[in-house]
């Protein structure tokens, strides 16, 4: 079979446009757990994002809570995160490169992977060639606006899933957020799925799009993705 390669795309957004809310951008374990499970396959990537440049890290993602070893092992680890000092950005990158797209969360998501026409017709092209489309948690904002070359959203219709609305409110961020993912999801013609008890894990897959509902659905999401991955011709 031919070298596969993955696109991860994370946010270069840092805050909620709101004075009284602390920082944000990518949650780190998004990244790390999909990342893990690909080198673990050999699977080449190159993480990018839409404007290029340093990322920013929600600092949620770093406290003791929420850090599990996988991360923090990352965090620590200068290689690593040197990644993350200056990625390339959509315009430096060739979609025909990669056989997968994978978007990371963060509400720092929410903003810019919302509305670039840029990103929107990438994801488009890709999905279209039958490659795979991967997502976990706020990095679902990246495909509420992808639209088909027939003028259908890529979501309308599919089985998925993506950071609930009442888990805002335990996050304590519901006052913040720019807007109801989910609503914005099943508005699009989502078929919206979540776990029954807030942060578990749940993935789900839909033919080449597969989508997860949280930073503890990462992996899963990533294993799940890489079987979709062996399936391309």
């Known amino acids: 079979m031919e070298t596969r390669k993955a696109l991860i795309v994370v946010t ?3 805050d909620f446009e709101n004075p009284k809310a602390e920082p944000t951008g990518l ?6 757990h999909f990342y893990n499970e690909f080198e673990a396959a050999n699977i080449p990537m190159d993480i990018v994002s ?8 929600d600092g949620r993602s770093l406290t003791n809570f929420m850090l599990d070893e996988a991360t923090k092992e990352h965090y620590e680890d200068s290689k690593f995160m040197a990644l993350l000092e200056n990625t390339k950005s ?6 025909k490169d990669y056989d997968i797209i994978y978007f990371a969360g963060g509400h720092g998501a929410m903003w810019d992977f ?3 026409e840029e ?3 990438l994801t488009r ?3 279209e060639d039958g490659k795979v489309v991967s997502a976990v948690c706020h990095g679902l904002a990246a495909l509420q606006n992808v639209k088909l070359s027939n003028g259908e959203y890529l979501i309308n219709g599919k089985k998925g899933t ?41 993935t789900v897959v839909d033919g080449n799009l597969i989508t997860g509902q949280n930073p503890n659905s990462a992996t899963k999401t990533a294993k799940l993705a890489l079987e979709e991955l062996q399936k391309l011709n």
Request: charged share 20%.
């Open 125 to 127: 092209q890709m999905y």
């Open 27 to 32: 949650w780190l374990s998004e990244l790390v």
């Open 12 to 14: 270069n957004h840092s």
């Open 50 to 57: 839409i404007n290029g440049g340093k990322i920013p890290i």
């Open 162 to 202: 993506g950071f609930p609305y009442s888990d805002e409110g335990l996050a304590k961020v519901k006052k913040f957020v720019p807007y109801n993912l989910q609503q914005v999801l099943k508005d699009r013609g989502m078929k919206y799925s979540k776990a029954m008890i807030p942060f578990r894990k749940h």
């Open 90 to 95: 959509l315009s430096e990158i060739d979609v």
């Open 119 to 121: 990103l929107n017709n």
């Open 114 to 116: 919302a509305n670039n």
